[in-house]
């Protein structure tokens, strides 16, 4: 299988920067396609924040363009995501999402970390 492992999230004042991590690891051989981060803040549901693909195109929520910027490392399998201008209306648990093709198995997968808090203080 796959294990997405996060990391950089924390305790930022409004107007601060975070950069999120996710690097992708399995014992066997794998391609990951899509990779991206998701947000999930109290009492909502888990929204898009960003995405990339392999070929580096990407896609943003409307509430964050022009603030974060997705980027990936292929050769580490690590997407990364830079969060610049932080507003309060950020804090959520932030969770990274691959998808993944594995070969031992000839088929693609869809998998998630176990998700990293960004809190936002006013």
């Known amino acids: 299988q796959v294990q997405l492992v996060e990391s950089g999230g924390g305790l930022v004042q409004a107007g601060g920067s975070l950069r999120l991590s996710c690097a992708a690891s399995?014992?066997?051989?794998?391609?990951?396609?899509?990779m991206g981060w998701y947000r999930q803040a109290p009492g909502k549901q888990r929204e898009l924040v960003a995405a990339?693909?392999?070929?580096?195109?990407?896609n943003y929520a409307d509430s964050v363009k022009g603030r974060f910027t997705i980027s990936r490392d292929n050769a580490k399998n690590t997407v990364y995501l830079q969060m610049n201008s932080l507003k309060p209306e950020d804090t959520a648990v932030y969770y990274c999402?691959?998808?993944?093709?594995?070969?031992?198995?000839?088929?693609?997968?869809?998998?998630w970390g176990q998700g990293t808090q960004v809190t936002v203080s006013s």
């Open positions: 990339t693909t392999r070929d580096a195109s990407t």
């Open positions: 399995s014992r066997g051989i794998i391609s990951i396609n899509a």
């Open positions: 999402n691959a998808l993944v093709y594995i070969s031992a198995y000839r088929s693609t997968g869809d998998f």
